[in-house]
Antibody
Framework: QVQLVQSGAEVKKPGASVKVSCKAS????????MHWVRQAPGQGLEWMGWINGGNDNTKYSQKFQGRVTITRDTSASTDYMELSSLKSEDTAVYYCLHLEHDGSGYIDYWGQGTLVTVSS | QSALTQPASVSGSPGQSITISCTGTSSDVGGYEYVAWYQQHPGKAPKLMIYDVSNRPSGVSNRFSGSKSGNTASLIISGLQAEDEGDYYCVSYTSSSTWVFGGGTKLTVL
């Protein structure tokens, strides 16, 4: 079965960087895309970016352009999302999301979420 | 890329039908058949309810349906039940090969 396991909670100071990992299993990782979505406390969902399977091309939301980098280690079936120049407003739960097509339709799989707290 | 526009809240009584709108532009909602809807309960990860405008994943109740007209997509929930209460988000593919969420709608079942 598909599983996405994320790294643990982080506490960072303003200006620092954070790197969240998402280890996948149960599907053809190398050929599949992964999205990254965040949710600040009491706020809505925000799409940050994605990495495409096969060519590892990435696309980022304009809001995070220049601050976010998504990378893939195919040998470890793990994707990473790094966010730099952290501000207090970046305090949020960060999710990885995989959409699987099972032949008849899509199924969504989410990581358990990683809480990143930015505080001085 | 601005967030898609959703009403902040909607409400309905059990058994009724409600509609949640999601308005974008011709560069996102209006330009592609790639609109999805997520349901989220407090403290839980979102759950996919509709994809590609009007398709339901396996296991999602047929009380949930989706449609699109021009730059506005809609989620329709019929036969409202208490368990439908929660937050709903639309998301659309964009002309920049990115995705954008709506601001979210809180559904209250009276």
């Amino acid at each position: 079965q598909v599983q996405l396991v994320q790294s643990g909670a982080e506490v960072k100071k303003p200006g620092a960087s954070v790197k969240v990992s998402c280890k996948a299993s149960g599907y053809t990782f190398a050929a599949s895309a992964m999205h990254w979505v965040r949710q600040a406390p009491g706020q809505g969902l925000e799409w940050m970016g994605w990495i495409n399977g096969g060519n590892d091309n990435t696309k980022y939301s304009q809001k995070f352009q220049g601050r976010v980098t998504i990378t893939r280690d195919t040998s470890a079936s793990t994707d990473y999302m790094e966010l730099s120049s952290l501000k207090s407003e970046d305090t949020a739960v960060y999710y990885c999301l995989h959409l699987e097509h099972d032949g008849s339709g899509y199924i969504d799989y989410w990581g358990q979420g990683t809480l990143v707290t930015v505080s001085s | 890329q601005s967030a898609l526009t959703q009403p902040a809240s909607v409400s309905g009584s059990p058994g009724q039908s409600i509609t949640i709108s999601c308005t974008g532009t011709s560069s996102d909602v209006g330009g592609y058949e790639y609109v999805a809807w997520y349901q989220q309960h407090p403290g839980k990860a979102p759950k996919l309810m509709i994809y590609d405008v009007s398709n339901r994943p396996s296991g999602v109740s047929n009380r949930f349906s989706g449609s699109k007209s021009g730059n506005t997509a809609s989620l329709i929930i019929s036969g409202l039940q208490a368990e439908d209460e929660g937050d709903y988000y639309c998301v659309s593919y964009t002309s920049s090969s990115t995705w954008v969420f709506g601001g979210g709608t809180k559904l209250t079942v009276l």
